[in-house]
C-alpha cells in the first residue's frame, strides 16, 4: 500500500531526526516540526486508506479527528487521547514561528508521538497488510 509505504518513510525521518537535542538553531527547529507534521499527515492518510480497504465506512469523511475515532474503535491504535493530542499539534505547526510553541510540538513529539507512531507503525504491521 503507498499510503504505509510513504508513512514508514516519513517515520524513519523523524526518529532518525528526533534524536537532536537542544538548543536548536533555527533551520532544526523548523525541520523538527516539519518531520513531525509530516509523519503526523502520512499516519493519518494511511489510517484511512487501510481502513477504507477493510470497509470501515466512518473513514469515507477525510477529516483526521474521524479517522482517529475510527482507528481507535477498529483497534488500529490504542490511545485515542494522544492522536487526538497529535492532531491539536499538527493544528499549531501554522503557528510555530513562535519558540514557545515549536518547542512544545518537538517535546511532545519526543516524549509521546513518536513512539505513538511506532506502535501504530508495528500494529498495521502485524494485524492490517
Excluded at 487521547?81 to 519558540?99: C, P
Excluded at 517535546?107 to 500494529?123: P, Q, Y
Aim: with cysteine.
Amino acid at each position: 500500500m503507498r499510503k504505509y509505504e510513504n508513512f514508514c518513510k516519513a517515520y524513519d525521518n523523524l526518529a532518525k531526526s528526533i534524536v537532536k537535542e537542544p538548543p536548536y538553531d533555527t533551520v532544526t527547529l523548523t525541520g523538527l516540526v516539519g518531520l513531525f507534521e509530516i509523519a503526523f499527515e502520512q499516519s493519518w492518510k494511511m489510517m484511512k486508506e487501510i481502513l477504507e480497504y477493510n470497509g470501515y465506512s466512518g473513514s469515507s469523511t477525510g477529516s483526521p479527528r474521524t479517522i482517529i475515532k475510527t482507528a481507535f474503535a477498529a483497534g488500529m491504535i490504542n490511545d485515542e487521547k494522544n492522536w487526538l493530542a497529535a492532531l491539536v499539534a499538527r493544528n499549531n505547526v501554522a503557528h510555530s514561528y513562535n519558540e514557545k510553541i515549536a518547542m512544545s510540538i518537538i517535546n511532545e513529539t519526543k516524549d509521546v508521538f513518536t513512539s505513538m507512531f511506532l506502535e501504530l507503525k508495528n500494529t498495521v504491521e502485524k494485524d492490517w497488510l
